[in-house]
């Protein structure tokens, strides 16, 4: 709609009172004032987190703190004794790190998938998640590219992966290393551009608060990031393009960095890691996982900022049935990878198949089975546990099968000898990989990070897309309006132009 | 020195042509091209690379583009990164290269030739490897298993490093630490190892070793720490057997090779086309694998090796493992 068609409306010949005010606030809009009305109730349930520091923050933050320090002084052990120390040895050459890397950077997959997904298929419901994905998908990312630190054999030379003249291009883990910082860049520009509109919010509660240090680096910070909006339609028109094309672009480049991580292993000539399914299994694997961990931040998140109005069960529950198809195509896949490679007989593959589902490996691999296959079918199958518990119950299972499954992706084929000497197998010092107290606390630690660091992220952004549910709340009222006005103009006979709605959605 | 050893009487073998007669303790002077400059077999190097069919790995990258697609990325960087062992193939052994001359011919193309018709699995191969290079026990550079033939019967393999034509431990390294010189050697630099450990991964052979915790001290030696000499080994970088590469340009021959009390290892030059083994005795190369029926292991894996088995009687090298 151009400038002059408001115009035309404003000196047209609309009788009803809606209509007038209306079209002021459209005059306006153009002027530079945000057209859509603000939700006292959004705003401060969005900016609780900020706003009150509870006792419980204060618990959580030490808790898991004490618990991040703990795997850092594990780090330093690692760092003194060297990697044997963390239970590997030369047959397994690649364990638990390797399991950690894909697993943590797999879950960053969630936010992707919540947000943009539904983003681009245009489903309303989402609003309300989005902020915990994208913020999920922020503070994930970091925290599974730091496994290459304790990964590396020799970690103080990690320069050497950001030094040009070393790169040798054909290695697998150069591509998994672009890959990942090219997603980390995107992932940090898919939790901004939403952001902007609310950062304006924020500074605004922020000034009507007491100012004390905090208000002022965050005044410092928004300022410079996120000071010039002021919610007009061109300034909104742009962030939804904006926002449409990043939706977009992060999508195939989620799938790229998840596949590519996965020819760190498909590309070699070693038995089980040869897989031309792992990039597709790798995705949908990611993807499995990451809506599992939004699932179990949002119920805590939801649960610790009473934010149950907003995010309601019915979130919970069609979330549910995302993970009940993604969990059985990730089954479906690795039935046919098993099937695929123990039909065949190869000497290497049958070896590898065997050890894993009925040899030194079951355990693990019937695990995975039960707990991301199984389980959360039956608990979201009854409608009696088709609930906020259940479905974060089955999530927080989920995804310790899911990582588990990510150690027998790793170990049984590393394990396996590629001379097939009778003996070989047999022998004593044919080692696996033994679990010891090291790389435990490095992973339990950087578990503990995910939801430390949200606590963090939350104090300084709000916890709601407020923008974007105020945009949504507009619309359904505006849907209302317009509803109140056709009764209207049928027990009248007066015809109206235009609609609150209809105005908004012709502008953005 | 350990090599100086008595020659064992064996028994004559098939097809051997003992072109050299003996050498002084288990030198490889015998090895210069004057010596016997004749070759007539496919094992040529240049020949056999011209001759070898299908894709090798780095042509395969090429052609389907991911090296352009790559260098877009980083623009300049690109000729120096593009095909890890053709940027690693710098002559590192220029000590090694000295009867060469003008010519940018390398004088040797270094190769072994494991008999397995006369190993007894002793392993004091693997021993004597491990006191050279000062090494922990996990740490078999040179390996021998224990194999059962088609009729049950117990034969040993030993196993050290294939030195690949076609290395994907080579191809798989992100920060080029390893490389191959212009001799065929594959080695490891381990001051710029960070330690993935993917060459191990992409090892078909399992040929190598990391350091996973201190490495093992050694007293002072006649060389600096090297590709070539990797003595002491670093901490959380990976190991392999090197063909004892510091040791060939003074006429040595590898510790494994110089100490098999059954004369089953030799080392083998195929430019000069001659090989040694413990006693001393030389062989003409080509003659020798081909009435010998010299296999390599898992060929069907496109890395060419230039170790050369000659199987016994019933034996396999269990070649019938899944590849590529
Ligand atoms: S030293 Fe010789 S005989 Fe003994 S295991 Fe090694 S190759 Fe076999
Ligand atoms: S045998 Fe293994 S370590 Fe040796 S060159 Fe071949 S791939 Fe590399």
């Not at chain 1, 003194?80 to 894909?102: C, K, M, T």
């Not at chain 1, 006005?485 to 007066?494: D, F, K, P």
């Not at chain 2, 028994?11 to 016997?36: A, H, K, N, V, Y």
């Not at chain 2, 063909?243 to 009390?261: D, H, Q, R, S, Y």
Request: charged share 15%.
């Amino acid at each position: 709609m151009t400038r002059k068609q408001v115009d035309t409306m404003e000196t047209g010949t609309s009788t009803t009172m809606t209509s007038r005010t209306l079209e002021k606030s459209i005059k306006s809009a153009y002027d530079g004032v945000d057209p859509v009305p603000p939700r006292e109730d959004i705003r401060e349930a969005a900016m609780r987190p900020v706003l009150e520091t509870g006792k419980w923050w204060w618990t959580a933050v030490i808790t898991l703190g004490v618990v991040v320090i703990a795997g850092i002084v594990a780090w330093v052990m690692q760092l003194r004794d060297g990697l044997g120390s963390a239970g590997y040895n030369n047959q397994a050459f690649w364990a638990i790190y390797e399991a950690d890397l894909v697993a943590f950077i797999g879950v960053t997959y969630g936010g992707a998938v919540v947000s943009a997904v539904l983003r681009l298929t245009k489903a309303r419901w989402r609003a309300p998640l989005t902020r915990i994905a994208e913020a999920t998908a922020l503070v994930t990312l970091p925290i599974g590219m730091m496994f290459i630190i304790p990964h590396l054999g020799e970690s103080p030379r990690i320069w050497e992966l950001v030094w040009p003249p070393y790169w040798n291009l054909s290695s697998p883990i150069l591509w998994d290393f672009f890959a990942v910082s090219t997603y980390l860049l995107a992932t940090v520009v898919f939790f901004y551009l939403p952001l902007i509109p609310d950062l304006k919010i924020t500074l605004e509660r922020l000034s009507a608060g007491p100012d004390n240090l905090k208000t002022r680096i965050c005044k410092k910070l928004y300022a410079i990031v996120g000071n010039n909006w002021i919610g007009s339609i061109p300034q909104r028109r742009v962030l939804h393009g904006a926002l449409g094309l990043i939706s977009i672009m992060i999508i195939p480049m989620a799938v790229s960095v998840h596949s590519v991580l996965s020819f760190a292993f498909s590309s070699s000539s070693r038995a089980g890691y040869l897989e031309t399914i792992f990039p597709v299994l790798f995705v949908v694997g990611a993807l499995y996982s990451g809506v599992a961990l939004v699932i179990v931040m949002a119920a805590a998140f939801r649960r610790g900022y009473r934010l149950e109005r907003y995010i309601t069960e019915k979130h919970f529950v069609r979330l549910g049935f995302i993970l009940i198809a993604l969990g059985a195509t990730y089954l479906y896949l690795t039935f046919t990878e098993y099937l695929v490679d123990g039909y065949s007989g190869t000497i290497g593959n049958a070896a590898w198949v065997r050890q894993t589902i009925m040899g030194r490996y079951w355990i693990p691999f019937w695990f995975f089975v039960v707990g991301a296959g199984l389980l959360p079918l039956v608990i979201l199958a009854f409608r009696r546990t088709r609930n906020v518990k259940g479905i974060a119950t089955a999530s927080v299972i989920i995804l310790l099968a899911m990582w588990v499954k990510r150690l027998v992706i790793v170990i049984p084929p590393a394990t396996e000898p590629l001379v097939k000497s009778p003996l070989n197998v047999a022998s004593a010092n044919w080692g696996t990989f033994h679990f010891t107290w090291i790389p435990i606390t490095i992973t339990l630690a950087a578990t503990a990070a995910i939801p430390l660091l949200l606590l963090v992220v939350f104090k300084f952004f709000p916890i709601l897309p407020v923008a974007d549910m105020e945009e949504m709340a507009a619309e359904t009222e505006g849907l209302e309006e317009d509803l109140s006005t056709l009764s209207v103009m049928a027990s009248t006979g007066n015809g109206s132009s235009g609609n609150r709605k209809e105005i908004i959605h012709a502008n953005i | 020195m350990a090599f100086n050893r008595q020659k064992v009487q064996l028994p004559s073998r098939t097809g051997t042509e003992i072109t050299g007669g003996s050498c002084s303790s288990g030198e490889i002077s015998g090895l210069l091209p004057d010596q016997d400059g004749t070759y007539t077999d496919s094992m040529h190097p240049d020949k056999s690379s011209e001759s070898r069919e299908g894709i090798s790995r780095r042509h395969f990258l090429e052609r389907a583009g991911v090296v352009g697609i790559a260098g877009a990325l980083v623009g300049t960087g690109v000729l120096e990164g593009v095909g890890g062992h053709k940027a690693g193939a710098v002559t590192t052994t220029t000590s090694a290269s000295q009867a060469t001359g003008a010519s940018s011919k390398p004088a040797h193309q270094w190769c072994m030739v494991i008999d397995l018709r006369y190993c007894n699995g002793c392993k004091v191969c693997t021993q004597a490897c491990q006191t050279a290079h000062y090494l922990h026990k996990d740490q078999t550079w040179i390996d021998v298993f224990t194999m059962k033939n088609a009729s049950g019967n117990t034969y040993y393999m030993p196993r050290p490093c294939m030195m690949c034509e076609d290395p994907p431990c080579v191809q798989v390294c992100p920060v080029k630490a390893n490389f191959r010189t212009d001799e065929g050697l594959v080695l490891v630099n381990q001051s710029r190892c960070i330690g993935t450990r993917i060459c191990m991964n992409a090892c078909p052979y399992q040929a190598r070793y990391f350091n996973w915790g201190p490495a093992k001290s050694a007293p002072r030696q006649p060389f600096p720490q090297e590709p070539e000499w990797p003595v002491p080994q670093v901490e959380g970088t990976v190991g392999k057997c090197i063909f004892c590469a510091a040791m060939l340009p003074m006429g040595k021959i590898p510790e494994c090779v110089g100490n098999c009390p059954m004369d089953a290892l030799y080392m083998g030059d195929l430019e000069t086309d001659v090989a040694v083994n413990a006693s001393g005795q030389v062989i003409k190369l080509s003659a020798f694998l081909a009435n010998n029926d010299a296999v390599k292991f898992k060929e069907s894996y496109g890395t060419h090796p230039r170790v050369f088995y000659i199987l016994g009687h019933d034996q396999d090298l269990d070649n019938d493992e899944e590849a590529g």
